[in-house]
């Protein structure tokens, strides 16, 4: 694969033309036609889907992580927490006076009688600065985690773990109220975001294609790092790692510039997920919801990029409509996905289509896969 | 009220000597139906000296208002339609005309007082036990000193003999006496029960004028030490059962992270079904509960005996069915097995909870498991965490001779140490393999059984543990029994001294970070493997 190749083949291209005009097509045939018409698509179809792609862009967060550098985090619930709180302290401020006790300070704080900001929330009344944040906080979390991680050469299952508590002791810190970010309940109750109605339909469409654009270019982003030297080196860290010092590169920077980059991806799709749901608590950084990511990366196929993001859209939707129809089913079902998936799908979805392409009779030899085992 | 209560005590404490077991004299009982109410107090003082269990008879009717008087003045018991002469205890009619005696405020304190006075004279341990009890939480009363030196001297249980010397004790530090006073704040700093402090306390203060309480300085100085000795002994006391509490509760972690140290520590499976195996065994225990209570009723205590071998078992088929079905295929593959078992842990979360319901169930502790025992004056040790100490002692002392005395150990380690070799020579390693996860999941059965006697006992209870129990194994260093047991004890202590310091949140908080930098520094753990099969 030379290095002037483009980033997709023409088909592929094609497709993802395709399926960012066909999101971009879904708030128009939200606005445009009546809603009789069948082809209507509701505000709560949008909202979930929006909210959908969010929690593709943490996917394809995890995937470059996880799928192209061999670091499985069990902690990323905790970045895309914290880039939806750094978000949340702007909306909190921007509720201005409009709160149930009518003070300048968000409810929980008047709760607490607390008579003033505290420091660190210092600043945050500016957007543009709270956007800072939601860089900011996660990168330098992210950095310093993993340079003591990297630098002791913590890998593989022990990595895991330890992202995994850190997530976990992350959350009963939220979970306190003196720590002065709403304790169990959070940051909700949003009214504006820039001066616009958050609950106003132009508001949330302008949410929708910033999510939608911001979404595709991580995906272009990523897709160039991956193909590109470094991106080469980065699945030799996978592979071989031994084998890659041996040869005289040392993987700690590369492994915490890759870290950091996923960390502040997955905070940036919390930003955005916390004005479109609404609502963000501690219990996204609980360690099921940072596993239950994995399994999005894991079930769309890992080491591909557009798996990742396929694998969100379906587990969630399946998550959607299970717990609308059945709600006792679903955890049998996600459960049951797991281990089929780890079982019988080792390269998930994206794995299964080629083999299928295989056994059509029309079908044309799959595109060489750059992903080893 | 007080000084009834005064004189009550003091005419008591003249008449002990005279105790006896003649029936009450009627004269002493006919002021009661008068009128007189200075003179009922009185015959109330004057019943009470005789000391007998006649007069706390007589008593205990006055203030339950079950005394009638007849119109000839003699004087009757009357409790459920039967009626007793109160003099002579012999059955009476009750006689037309009688008339319940009335019972005021005034004398209803004087009755009271003087039955509670009695009480500590009364040939049963338990009602003097009680009595004691009970003047410990009333302030001192110098008047109380005669009667208690008398009880004091008439006592021959130890334990209540401790107490009357303390209420003794604190009743002469208002003594006029400073002989008494110096021997009862002697006393005092002996005993080195903290709620004494006030009352010496109180001698240190200084008056508006600026002299002292207490005008003896030698008194005052002595005091200071009594203080300072008390103090001492509440420092001891926090240590120490900060201690056993930090032991309880690594004993809890070692229990919930022993079954885990053996399927994560020996062979490397990271089996977040762990906590549900767990759980598991805590449902089991509620299982056998209930069945014990609708089958053998007489026999609940014992529930527990059938719970630990059912829970052993229940634990052990779940895990060597994971074992077949599922983890075998994924031997290799650490992170996909962490993914498959997560998923299996959900789906036993929700099975649980679709047979049990969402609730936790109540599981409750056999009696002999309720209470606990008093060390060094007033620290109290539940029998339940004791019980869970002693059981996780024993669970790693049967772990360690299974892995080191058995030939199914024996196989374990070879297969740990070296897999193809094992298999050369002949061990089946499919078989062990199965037969070692299986054990890690009977011994989290048996981590179940301690745990529903601790806490809540619900579909989450796995969730709880699942990061304590790695972080214990990852502590210790994987694959060292040891270092589990070290690890899990280590924990326990830092979690139970910081939690005063920082609030229990904080506590856990600084443990993780405390952990994950141990980590940075030594990752393979407390004890590190050795030799050549480290990576």
């Not at chain 1, 008047?110 to 945050?124: E, G, H, I, M, R």
């Not at chain 1, 080792?346 to 896969?369: C, E, K, Q």
């Not at chain 2, 003999?161 to 008494?180: C, E, K, M, Y």
């Not at chain 2, 609030?503 to 050549?532: E, H, N, S, T």
Request: with cysteine.
């Amino acid at each position: 694969m030379n290095r002037t190749s483009p980033l997709f083949s023409r088909g592929a291209w094609a497709m993802l033309a395709a399926c960012t005009l066909a999101a971009v097509l879904l708030p128009v045939l939200h606005l445009a036609l009546p809603d009789s018409h069948p082809l209507h698509v509701s505000g709560y179809a949008l909202g979930l889907v929006g909210k959908f792609m969010c929690y593709a862009l943490a996917a394809l967060a995890l995937d470059l992580v996880w799928g192209y550098t061999g670091i499985l985090s069990l902690g990323h619930g905790l970045f895309f927490a914290l880039g939806a709180y750094a978000h949340g302290m702007y909306l909190m401020r921007a509720i201005g006076r409009d709160g149930s006790y009518g003070s300048a300070l968000p409810d929980f704080m008047v709760f607490l009688d607390w008579k003033a900001y505290p420091w660190y929330w210092s600043f945050t009344e500016h957007f543009w600065y709270c956007m800072l944040l939601v860089v900011l906080v996660p990168g330098l979390v992210a950095f310093v985690f993993g340079w003591f991680a990297f630098r002791s050469r913590i890998k593989g299952v022990y990595f895991s773990i330890i992202t995994q508590a850190m997530t976990y002791a992350c959350m009963l810190l939220f979970f306190r109220n003196d720590t002065g970010f709403g304790g169990n309940n959070g940051f909700t109750d949003f009214r504006r975001i820039l001066g616009h109605s958050i609950s106003a339909p132009a508001t949330r469409i302008a949410l929708y294609l910033l999510t939608l654009a911001l979404l595709v270019g991580a995906l272009l982003l990523c897709r160039a790092i991956v193909r590109s030297k470094l991106g080469r080196v980065l699945q030799g860290v996978r592979d071989a790692e031994a084998r890659l010092m041996f040869i005289g590169y040392d993987p700690l920077a590369f492994k915490l510039f890759v870290w950091t980059l996923s960390a502040v991806l997955c905070a940036i799709a919390g930003a955005l997920y916390v004005p479109q749901v609404g609502i963000v608590n501690p219990s996204e950084m609980s360690p099921a919801n940072s596993i239950e990511m994995v399994v999005w990366v894991a079930i769309g196929g890992r080491g591909t990029l557009v798996g990742p993001i396929l694998g969100a859209f379906a587990v969630n939707g399946l998550k959607s409509w299970f717990t609308a129809a059945f709600p006792d089913l679903w955890l049998f079902a996600l459960g049951l996905l797991f281990i089929l998936v780890t079982l019988f799908m080792r390269h998930g979805i994206l794995g299964v289509l080629p083999a299928i392409r295989r056994l059509l009779p029309f079908g044309r030899a799959p595109a060489t896969r750059e992903e080893a085992a | 009220m007080k000084p009834i209560f005064k004189h009550l005590l003091v005419a008591l404490s003249l008449c002990i000597p005279l105790l006896s077991h003649a029936a009450l004299d009627p004269a002493l009982l006919q002021p009661l139906a008068g009128d007189d109410p200075d003179a009922r107090v009185a015959a109330v003082a004057r019943i009470a000296a005789t000391g007998g269990a006649d007069a706390r008879q007589v008593l205990q009717a006055l203030l339950d208002d079950a005394l009638v008087a007849a119109p000839s003045g003699q004087v009757l018991i009357v409790r459920d339609d039967r009626a007793v002469d109160a003099a002579t205890g012999s059955a009476a009619a009750v006689p037309d005309g009688a008339d319940g005696i009335v019972v005021n405020n005034r004398l209803r304190g004087a009755a009271q007082a003087a039955l509670s006075g009695l009480a500590l004279l009364a040939p049963e341990p338990d009602t003097r036990r009680a009595a004691v009890g009970a003047l410990r939480t009333q302030d001192a009363d110098p008047a109380q000193a005669p009667l208690l030196r008398q009880a004091l001297a008439r006592e021959t249980d130890a334990d209540i003999r401790t107490q009357l010397a303390q209420l003794l004790a604190r009743a002469d530090l208002g003594s006029s006496d400073p002989v008494r006073r110096k021997a009862a704040v002697v006393a005092l700093a002996d005993s080195g029960d903290a709620s004494q402090r006030p009352q010496l306390q109180a001698l240190l203060a200084q008056n508006p004028d600026g002299t002292y309480a207490e005008p003896d300085a030698a008194l005052r100085a002595a005091a200071g030490t009594a203080l300072r000795a008390i103090d001492g002994r509440v420092t001891r006391n926090e240590i120490v059962g900060n201690l056993f509490y930090g032991v309880s509760l690594g004993s809890v972690l070692l229990l919930a992270a022993l079954g885990l140290a053996i399927t994560f520590g020996l062979m490397g499976i990271i089996n977040m079904a762990h906590g549900e195996l767990l759980m598991i065994g805590a449902y089991t225990t509620y299982v056998c509960q209930s069945l014990f209570r609708h089958y053998l009723p007489g026999a609940t205590d014992w529930y527990l005996a059938a719970a630990l071998p059912a829970a052993f078992c229940v634990a052990f088929a779940v895990g060597v069915a994971l074992e077949r079905s599922v983890i075998r295929w994924l031997y290799g593959r650490p992170l996909e097995t962490l993914l498959a078992t997560w998923g299996i842990s959900l789906m036993l979360m929700q099975a649980v909870r679709t047979v049990f319901g969402a609730q936790n169930v109540e599981v409750a502790n056999p009696a002999w498991m309720s209470g606990g025992v008093t060390v060094l004056g007033s620290l109290v040790l539940p029998y339940n965490r004791i019980a869970i100490i002693a059981f996780a002692a024993i669970v790693v002392a049967a772990v360690w001779l299974v892995l080191n005395r058995t030939r199914l150990g024996l196989f374990v380690r070879a297969v740990m140490q070296n897999r193809r070799m094992a298999d050369c020579v002949g061990v089946p390693t499919g078989r062990i393999d199965m037969m070692t996860f299986g054990l890690g999941s009977g011994i989290a059965g048996l981590g179940g059984v301690a745990l529903s006697q601790l806490g809540n006992v619900g579909p989450d209870l796995g969730q709880s543990y699942i990061v304590d129990s790695f972080m214990v194994v990852v502590l210790g260093g994987v694959g060292q029994l040891a270092g589990t047991v070290l690890g899990a004890l280590g924990l326990g202590e830092i979690n139970k001294f910081l939690e005063p310091l920082a609030g229990a949140v904080m506590a856990k908080i600084l443990i993780l970070v405390f952990i994950i930098v141990f980590i940075q520094r030594r990752p393979q753990g407390l004890f590190a493997l050795k030799g050549r099969s480290v990576e």
